[in-house]
């Protein structure tokens, strides 16, 4: 298994684990265009295939979490935790002394995960997620502080 750092022309494969990590995942376009954009990264776990990958973005000082995907079959194996310990430091070294995410408010798996990497919840958006005929979900604003930057 490696992990290692991801870059736009590979959308179509972080694109594939998005899809089948999510229901209605990013299209790869979206995901090129985060990744290539301003102060955008990704971090990728593959074995023979790519199983997971966390897409994120460092600009003045702050960093997001902007998506985290961990393929269903290779879940609870410490991937995601991996992949958020690495995005911290990642962010750390791009200057930022803060990392945020939203989650939804209902993903339990996701928030026990932040709150295992040491993230603290510190807001709540109403609305903020649209699921199509059902009500639209709340998101958690979570946050890490990174301390000073070096
Ligand atoms: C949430 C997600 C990224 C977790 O990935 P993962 O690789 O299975 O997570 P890890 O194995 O690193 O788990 C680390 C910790 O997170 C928590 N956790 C992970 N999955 C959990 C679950 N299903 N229920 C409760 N806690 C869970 C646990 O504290 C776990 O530690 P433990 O295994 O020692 O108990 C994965 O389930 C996923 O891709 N979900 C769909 C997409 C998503 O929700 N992304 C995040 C939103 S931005």
Redesign the pocket.
């Known amino acids: 298994m490696r992990l290692r750092g991801a870059w736009g022309h590979e959308a179509d494969a972080l694109a594939g684990v998005h899809g089948r ?2 229901s209605g995942g990013w299209a790869a376009s979206e995901i090129a265009g985060l990744l290539d954009g301003p102060g955008g990264f990704a971090l990728l776990i593959e074995e023979a295939e790519p199983l ?1 990958f966390i897409l994120c973005r460092a600009v003045a000082g702050e960093a997001e979490i902007l ?4 393929d269903p079959a290779a ?7 991996a992949l958020v310990e690495a995005a911290t430091g990642a962010a750390r070294m791009a200057g930022a002394q803060t990392l945020f ?1 939203e ?1 939804a408010h209902d ?4 928030r ?2 932040y709150a ?1 990497a040491g993230f603290q919840e510190v807001g709540l958006r109403r609305g903020y997620y649209d699921r199509g005929p059902n009500p639209p979900a709340n998101a958690v604003v979570m946050r890490l502080d990174l301390g000073p930057s070096a």
Request: proline share 0%; net charge positive.
């Open positions: 990590a999510f997971a998506t985290l995907a961990v879940r609870r194996r410490g991937l995601a935790l995410l989650v993903n339990a798996a996701a026990g995960l295992k």
